[in-house]
């Protein structure tokens, strides 16, 4: 038996009705079973039940053996003794609160098929455990819950932009210059880029924001990238000499410190997203006279964020993948799937927490729009999810499938899950339809 399952059993109300009995107090009969509480404390809070004749209002403690209250060392904690019913699977003691008070004790009676359901899918091996089932749910249901936790890792990766906000002294425009460098990294170069951003402080790229060639200098000076040990046919490469002619100038009179040119990673990478060419971009991005996070608040909506920042690399790499090397002509501009991931992990977050700082509820709301508007990301996940019968209709429902993959389906985590949590209940009413789930 799990604990968490006893806790969903209580929470919805899955288990018969005349099964809860103390062998002294008799039976009981449960008006409310309270909320669920993940925090330190009694499991549900404010339970409300009828013993005797009598309504009793306090907390909810469940644990597999009635022993494991003594366990836990809950008899000598007084935040436990407005705890009036103690629900266990296993009653094998009496059990008493830090006063001296016995607790009333009971064992909830309920359809065995619930626990195979439940065993079903937590130990179904496969990454998503209710492949092939999610089209028995109503589509409806499905919508809200997708909503609900999209906010939820909106609300997530708004304590990450907090923690960059703080670090930089509260300043939007070094904030936004930070998450920027990271997405533009994507996955595979997200650290030397977060690396760069740190030691690379915009307030110096914007002294030179008005000479693109300078801005791209410093970039690639202090990504490492301008040591000939690393392009060796970049030599007699004009424009890599006049670069890093540029930057030992900089470097000097701004004591930067480069980051080790052999972190960046190429392998597996389209030539058109390596770093050189992506650094190239960032520097066209940087290169103006307004500051980034002025010009995105001044955006409207996804098209002209696109238009913002689908910005093209300098003419040299519409020739080139590395220094150095020539190949045939293709365009340096970053593409829209590109662009449309850093507005996901990027722009909006930090307009959503903008919004919440200021305390302007339109800046969270055209954060949420934007994602609403833009189309699904593609990558594995989403591609595991559409086949499994949940297609995404956008940006915003395909992060809330990242948070359900990465949060809870990955450690079978169903019951804290709408979805799961209604296909293990399958074919049993629902008394509170609304939080059939763990999560609160």
Known sequence: ?????????????????????????????????????????????????????????????????????????????????????????????????????????????????????????????????????????????????????????????????????????????????????????????????????????????????????????????????????????????????????????MRSKYSLQPVDGWLWKYHRLRPANFPTVRLSQLAALLAHSEGLFSRVLDCRGHESLRQLLGVTASSYWNSHYQFGKDVPVTAGRAGRQSVDLLIINAVAPLLFVYGKLRQQQEWCDRAVEILDALPPEENSVVTGFTEAGLRPESAFASQALLELRNVRCRHHRCLDCAIGSSLISMGHGLKRSDSLFLEP
């Open 1 to 249: 038996m799990k604990e968490e399952f006893l806790h969903w059993l209580w929470k919805n109300l899955f288990f018969d009705g005349d099964s809860l009995c103390d062998r002294e107090a008799g039976v009981i009969e449960v008006i409310n079973p309270g909320e669920y509480n993940r925090d330190s404390g009694p499991d549900f809070f404010n339970t409300r039940l009828i013993i005797g004749g009598t309504e009793w209002a306090g907390n909810t403690e469940i644990h597999i053996n009635a022993s494991d209250w003594y366990r836990h060392g809950h008899h000598t904690d007084h935040a436990y003794d407005n705890v009036i019913l103690h629900l266990v699977y296993n009653e094998d003691t009496d059990v008493y609160s830090a006063s001296g008070r016995r607790l009333i004790t009971a064992r909830p009676g309920f359809d065995t098929a619930l626990w195979d359901n439940y065993l079903g899918f937590v130990n179904n091996p496969v990454s998503l455990p209710c492949s092939g089932y999610i089209g028995m749910i109503d589509g409806f249901r499905v919508k809200h819950w997708l909503w609900s936790v999209a906010v939820e890792r909106l609300e997530r990766k708004s304590d990450e932009v907090r923690e960059i906000l703080a670090k930089t002294g509260n300043d939007w425009e070094e904030t936004l210059y930070r998450l920027i460098s990271r997405y533009f990294g994507f996955r595979v170069n997200t650290d030397p880029f977060e690396m760069l951003a740190t030691r690379l402080p915009l307030k110096v790229i914007r002294k030179h924001s008005d000479n693109l060639l300078q801005v791209e200098a410093l970039l690639f000076g202090t990504a490492g990238l301008l040591d000939e040990v690393l392009f060796r046919e970049a030599v007699s490469d004009q424009y890599f000499l006049l670069l890093a002619r540029e930057y030992r100038i």
